[in-house]
T-cell receptor, first 113, second 114 residues
């Protein structure tokens, strides 16, 4: 079945550092790929998405490119801020019905001054 | 802008008790979902619904039941609570017919079974 593998956290960075959170997937067909973010005490929010190979999703300075050849969707940001501290989830939308998503285990990011 | 509303936010149950987690959305979404989030395990789909009167099992449905009598509401029922059901529960909804539409999440219910 479909699966998503994320790098384990926590990831601790200094403010203005470069961020990469790795995500790879296994899926049949051509899924859509997502990054969701969860701030403390809140539900998940969509951060960005890409629906086909070579698409780049971007939002709030974060970017991720759908790489079919490496089955990856790594999240990057050039300069993180303390306010980016959160848990980041990679997810894929499968080929089956019901619009269901399969999530990775999440990566906690801590940004320090 | 209420979005997806879950109640309660916190609950402690004794083993064998039952309860219903409430979820309602005001976006007229057809799709609704219940996920549980365990530490280090990501989110697992419990049940989902593609419209009023239609529900289906997700990845981890055992010990739970759902109903979808209206478009707005999608309650999750625990009949005989067990410690393994200690988790954070998230309800979500989506309006898209095609794959990969955006999910809107509630703020979660933290449940402890002791």
């Amino acid at each position: 079945g479909d699966s998503v593998t994320q790098m384990e956290g926590p990831v601790t960075l200094s403010e203005e550092a470069f961020l990469t959170i790795n995500c790879t997937y296994t899926a049949t067909g051509y899924p859509s790929l997502f990054w969701y973010v969860q701030y403390p005490g809140e539900g998940l929010q969509l951060l960005l998405k890409a629906t086909k190979a070579d698409d780049k999703g971007s939002n709030k300075g974060f970017e991720a490119t759908y790489r079919k050849e490496t089955t990856s969707f790594h999240l990057e940001k050039g300069s993180v801020q303390v306010s980016d501290s959160a848990v980041y989830f990679c997810a894929l939308g499968g080929a089956g019905g019901g619009n269901k998503l399969t999530f990775g285990t999440g990566t906690q990011l801590k940004v320090e001054l | 802008n209420a979005g997806v509303t879950q109640t309660p936010k916190f609950r402690i149950l004794k083993i064998g008790q039952s309860m219903t987690l409430q979820c309602t959305q005001d976006m007229n979404h057809n799709y609704m979902y219940w996920y549980r989030q365990d530490p280090g395990m990501g989110l697992k789909l419990i049940y989902y619904s593609v419209g009023a009167g239609i529900t289906d099992k997700g990845e981890v449905p055992n010990g739970y039941n759902v109903s979808r009598s209206t478009t707005e509401d999608f309650p999750l029922r625990l009949e005989l609570a067990a410690p393994s059901q200690t988790s954070v529960y998230f309800c979500a909804s989506s309006g898209g017919q095609r794959e990969g539409s955006k999910l809107f999440f509630g703020s979660g219910t933290q449940l402890s079974v002791l």
